[in-house]
Each structure stands twice: as C-alpha cells, then as structure tokens.
C-alpha cells in the first residue's frame, strides 16, 4: 500500500503508525542528542521545525525501541541497540517539558504569561509537583517546579519567537513578552544541572532575547553544515521518499494537459525551479526543498505549480511590507536591488541578527528577516562574505507581491486576484483593455506619498514585478534589454511570445498621444522586434501618466494606453 502524504502532520508516532511517509533524518538528530545542549535552530516556516521537536520528544520520553528500522538505530560498526543507547546516553527515557507558540495569534502579553503558567503547572503535576493555584508568577512556579525534582528532564521549546514577531511592530508589547521570556529562561540556566537535553527552534534570532545571554554555551546550529540538511527536503530524500508520487504527478499532468510533454525528469526540473534552492549551511553546500510546498503539489498536482507557501501564511506578508517599506527610503540602494530580483546581495555575519525591539526602529536589520523568514537563501560563501538571493520561482511571486505593496503603500485588504487573472488573459490573448482597467484600479490604490515618485523606471519595475506575480519566471525578464541600436526598457517571454516594451511617462493628459507615438517610433527605429527567436514577437507601446509633476492639474497618474504595434 502506498504511503499517504503528511500533509499537516507533525507527529512522530502518528506517520509511523498510520502509513504516513516519514522522512528519516534520525542519524542527523543522532549527532546531537548525546550532548546537553542547549541547541538553537533558525528556519522559516513550514519547514518541518515542529516534526523535528516531535521527533525529539518521542525519542527522549519513549526511548529508542520507538525507532526500530529508522537510520538512528543502524550502525556501521554493527554496535548492538544497547551500545548504541549506551553513546547516545539514552539507557533511560524522560519526562519532557515541551512548550510550543505557534498558535498565539490575538493573545495578548498577559494570555501569553497565563497561557505559559498553565503548561508548567501541567507539566510538574505530572511529576507529583503541585503548585498552587493562586501562584501566578513564572520565577516562582519554575523556583518551586525545579527544587522539587528528583529527575532529569528534556526542554523542547519550538516557535520561541512567534510572540515576538506578532509584536514586532509595537514596541512596548514586544518588550512586555521579551519580559515574560527573560524571568523563564533565568530559572532554566539557574537550574541548568537537571535538563538532560534542551532544543530550541524559531524563525528570528532576536539577539537581544534573554534565551541567547542567559545560555552562555547555546549552540547555534542554524549555520552549522553538519545540520543544513535538518529541516526541508534534500534531492536525495525528495526521490527516494516521493519516487512514486513523482511519477503520478507526470502521469496527471500529461492527462489533463492533453500532451505527453512531462516525464519524471521534467516534473523533477520543475520541482526545482519552484520549490527547491534554500541552503542554510555556511559552506553554501547543501540545497533544500520546503517541505510544505513539496507535499502539498504532490497532493495536488493537477493544478500545477502554484504557490502553497505563501498561501499557507508561511510568508508573513504583512510584516515583511512593513519591513520593505522602511527599506524603501533608506539610501543604501539595498530597495532597489530587491526590485530587480535576479540580483544577489553581499552580507556579513551581523547582518543575519535581529537587535531591534520595534521595526520602526532605526537599527531595525531588513536582511536578517527576509533571510530568517525564507525570501533571501544562501547562495554563496566567501571569506565570511554571505551572499544571497532568491530561491526559487515560488519565493520570487511571494516576495514580489510584498515589493509592489510595499512600492505603492496598497491597502492590506485589497486583493490582487482580478489583476493577475487580467494580465494573463491580456498576454495570452493580445486583449489588454482589461488589464489596464484592473492595473488602473490598483494605481488608484496608491497612496499620494507612492505617487510622487512615480516615473517612467517605476512603472516599469511595476509591471515587472507583476509579471513575476503570475508565474513568468524572472530569467524571462529583462530590462534595459540590449539590441544593437539601443535598450529596449523591458523584454519578457511568455505563452510562447516574446513581448518587447517601450515605456514613456506623461505629466499631463494632453501629452498621451504624443508619447504614445515616441514610444512606437522608437520601438520602430530601434529595430527591437529583429530578434533571433522561434516565438512571435509582441511589441507594445505603453504610456503611462502622473500629473503630479505638472502642477496646473489635478492629481492624476495611470497607465493611459497598452497598445500593440
């Protein structure tokens, strides 16, 4: 019988015991479980942090007999399963404190703290620990929890940070939890003698969290090429586990495309066009799949190669416009290079570190969350020198949905739907009334401050931007593409065209026609449609309007005309 996807699931014992696929990284968790800890480790969302915690907490509260088969109790020096107990210091099972955040959202600091108290009071009761009910402060249950105990135990905490970031963006509340956090991992390294094993997973590694000054010897993994293989699915593992998935989803996609055109390898190129390239390690030597994406097309394979990631929620949009919209007006340039997508970005070490307690902070580090929330991977390391990128087509239409907001201050609620449906009934049909109608709708959702920088460059970058939206990948787009007479501003391909487009900005109403007909004569002379290419050849004239520059009208800007030569 065919394994089932665990879509969803989390549970160690649960994909064990009900023919769920399990992918085994148990000889990795097997470097570390025969140490203390504490271990931090920083991945972005959806990217199995919460199967690993599982894992671990059936490992120590259960013993190894659970993991009869799986790589961790396989030896090369064919040690029996007591001398492997024996290395891995696990002749004995624990009681495991396991504390998760995942689930906080519209809690306030004070439900947080209440919510936290009743997990320890729980979890100490099980130890014959009772604390009273009126003991409302996390020192003293923690003080009296720890005293008492007559044994080791196991801390799993996952999600450290998700209070946090919910409040990334008010300072006084983010200090509030960071509060909370501090008094219980004082008493944790107070007590440090009675923890076997302490794991600690998040996304942002808040460097001014008491977790990292109250551990004097935490072990950041997050970095570490032992472990860059921890969370996320290899090459390896994605064909060894999901071979026969794979291949159904070739069979699926030929049968509904009417074409024979997706085999195993295809479907495996697409993969990783889409899905794969996040690498963690600082040897730049290992490349992961996310997990969630992976699962989910498998799963759902007729309808393509959309993006589950960003669906999910596992992209934090709304805070990472807030971020981009900072970034925009610092003078760096760093904004600009985002825009462009395809291009990589230098970082050093104190670049992946998050120091600010509020994003409006000046000190606030944009990189450290776009890199810590899976929108920048890296691609290369040299002589301490990390440099980054985008990671996959997925990626780039999430992370480009964030630019545009963040470029036009858009409201959050406003839907990009219509707008991409629009634009691609447009380009593969040749009919842009539509498109420019739902483009102009969104233009008037710009704010008066986006407005004014409007210019010939931004509504190039604009429309870029949404063609990375819906799904044509950017090494299809060029702008300022070279020709031998000049630069045409943009260049793309997509439903078997290559489109050509020349973009002219107007201050005023009056000047449409005319810049419409600059824009055709130079997409004419400059001979731009002379092209070695087997594909038609678009060539369009795009003239968009911001009044803003000429200050006898009204405020008005908008694309006014998309017409084909």
Request: glycine residues 4%.
């Amino acid at each position: 019988m065919q394994k089932r996807l665990p879509i969803g699931i989390t549970s160690f014992n649960k994909m064990r015991n009900d023919n769920y696929i399990y992918v085994d990284k148990t000889d990795t968790i097997a470097k570390l479980v025969g140490n203390i800890g504490p271990y931090f480790l920083s991945r972005p969302r959806r990217f199995g942090k919460s199967t690993l915690i599982n894992t671990l907490d059936v490992l120590f509260s259960c013993g190894l007999e659970a993991f009869n088969g799986l790589k961790i109790t396989q030896s090369a020096t064919c040690e029996t399963l007591d001398e492997i107990k024996q290395r891995l210091y696990l002749t004995k099972t624990y009681k495991v404190l396991r504390l998760s955040f995942d689930d906080i959202d519209n809690l306030s600091p004070k439900e947080i703290e209440i919510k936290y108290i009743e997990i320890l009071k729980k979890f100490f009761a099980t130890l014959d620990i009772h604390i009273a009910s009126n003991s409302t402060d996390i020192s003293t249950i923690m003080d009296i929890g720890c005293e008492q105990l007559q044994e080791e135990i196991v801390l799993l905490i996952d999600e450290y940070d998700t209070p946090l970031t919910y409040y990334l963006d008010d300072s006084e509340k983010f200090k509030e939890i960071r509060a909370i956090l501090s008094r219980f991992y004082k008493i944790v390294k107070r007590y440090d003698e009675i923890f076997r094993f302490i794991f600690i997973t998040g996304i942002t590694k808040y460097s001014n969290v008491s977790i990292f000054s109250a551990f004097n010897n935490l072990q950041d993994l997050s970095f570490n090429s032992e472990y860059g293989s921890i969370a996320g699915y290899t090459q390896e593992e994605l064909e060894y586990y999901f071979k026969d998935y794979i291949q159904k989803a070739a069979v699926t996609l030929n049968e509904k495309e009417k074409t024979d055109i997706y085999t195993y390898e295809v479907i495996i190129q697409k993969l990783k066009e889409h899905y794969d390239g996040y690498c963690f390690d600082r040897d730049a030597g290992i490349h992961v799949y996310n997990p969630w994406s992976i699962l989910n097309f498998l799963a759902n394979s007729q309808e393509g190669f959309i993006s589950y990631w960003l669906n999910s929620g596992g992209a934090l949009p709304n805070l990472l416009v807030k971020s981009l919209n900072k970034l925009k007006n610092k003078a760096d340039g760093g904004f600009k290079l985002l825009i462009d997508m395809d291009k990589d970005i230098e970082l050093v070490n104190s670049d992946f570190d998050t120091k600010a307690v509020d994003i409006n902070n000046a000190d606030f580090n944009e990189y450290a969350l776009f890199y810590q929330a899976g929108y920048l991977t890296i691609k290369n390391v040299e002589d301490d020198i990390f440099t980054v990128g985008v990671p996959n087509q997925e990626v780039r239409k999430a992370f480009a949905a964030c630019i545009v907001s963040a470029l036009t201050d858009t409201q959050e609620n406003y839907s990009l739907r219509n707008l991409i449906i629009a634009l691609k009934h447009a380009l593969k049909k040749e009919s842009y009334a539509n498109a420019l109608v739902e483009i102009n709708n969104y233009l008037n959702m710009f704010s008066c401050e986006s407005s004014r920088i409007f210019n010939e460059a931004m509504f190039r970058d604009i429309f870029s931007l949404l063609l990375i939206m819906i799904g044509i990948d950017v090494s299809k787009i060029h702008k300022e593409n070279p020709t031998a007479l000049g630069y045409s501003d943009l260049y793309f391909e997509a439903y078997d065209k290559a489109f050509i487009c020349e973009f002219k900005l107007a201050t005023s109403v009056l000047q449409v026609e005319t810049k419409l007909k600059e824009a055709k004569e130079q997409l004419i002379a400059k001979k731009y449609d002379k092209l070695i290419t087997n594909k038609n050849i678009v060539r369009l004239a795009i003239v968009a309007i911001n009044t803003r520059q000429n200050k006898k009208e009204q405020d008005y800007f908008e694309i006014a005309r998309i017409e084909e030569l």
